[in-house]
């Protein structure tokens, strides 16, 4: 059974940093594509950031280019998503998701985890 | 960026009825289109993929159609389960992967 399991969501102030975590289980995770999606309280999905099996290609969305890094640790089968500057704005349930081999597409969701950024 | 729009935002639906939900890009993504549900508190869940199969376990009452530009999503016959948010998603260009913003099947 595959189970991604995301934490570190928190209450964070405006310009402050948090590192999110998805824990990988029941997948071959060295071969696989990792992605964060987020969803604002109320709001629909967002794609935030992927990177691709090897680690070397990492893509984002342009409101969180340059704050964001997006990571993985194949030793521990997780993904990381590390949030600098963070604003009001990203306040979201973060999603971590498995896209299906050669296709942007996700099978397999995590249940997210929480930022809110407030002061 | 390819811009995805669904319509209607919310649609009301009986029971037993067909409901008809669409998607438009704003420009080609080929077939590469899926459609996601999320039903209050839970993950999004992949109902279709490729336009038009069916992910592992998702009843034959749900039907996608489309290419290029107009995709459709729909549900022959309505379930009391089946009333959530629907979202496309277009995976043809990217970055950025995008989603619509969802309609609300919701029970009339």
């Known amino acids: 059974e595959v189970q991604l399991l995301e934490s570190g969501g928190d209450l964070v102030q405006p310009g402050g940093s948090l590192r999110l975590s998805c824990a990988a289980s029941g997948i071959t995770f060295t071969n696989s594509a990792m992605t964060w999606v987020r969803q604002a309280p109320g709001k629909g999905l967002e794609w935030v950031s992927t990177i691709d099996k090897s680690g070397s290609r990492t893509y984002y969305a342009d409101s969180v280019k340059g704050r964001f890094t997006i990571s993985r640790d194949d030793s521990k089968n997780t993904l990381y998503l590390q949030m600098d500057s963070l604003r009001v704005e990203d306040t979201a349930l973060y999603y971590c998701a498995k896209p299906s081999l050669g296709a942007m597409r996700f099978q397999y969701w995590g249940q997210g985890t929480l930022l809110s950024v407030s002061s | 960026e390819i811009v995805m729009t669904q319509s209607p935002a919310t649609l009301s639906v009986s029971p037993g009825e067909r409901a008809t939900l669409s998607c438009r890009a704003s420009?080609?993504?080929?077939?590469?289109l899926s459609w996601y549900q999320q039903k209050p508190g839970q993950a999004p869940r992949l109902l279709i993929y490729g336009t038009s199969t069916r992910a592992t376990g998702v009843p034959a009452r749900f039907s996608g159609s489309g290419s290029g530009t107009e995709f459709t999503l729909t549900i022959s016959s309505l379930q009391s389960e089946d009333f959530a948010v629907y979202y496309c998603q277009q995976y043809n260009n990217w970055p950025p992967i995008t989603f619509g913003q969802g309609t609300r099947l919701e029970i009339k």
């Open positions: 420009q080609s993504v080929g077939g590469d």
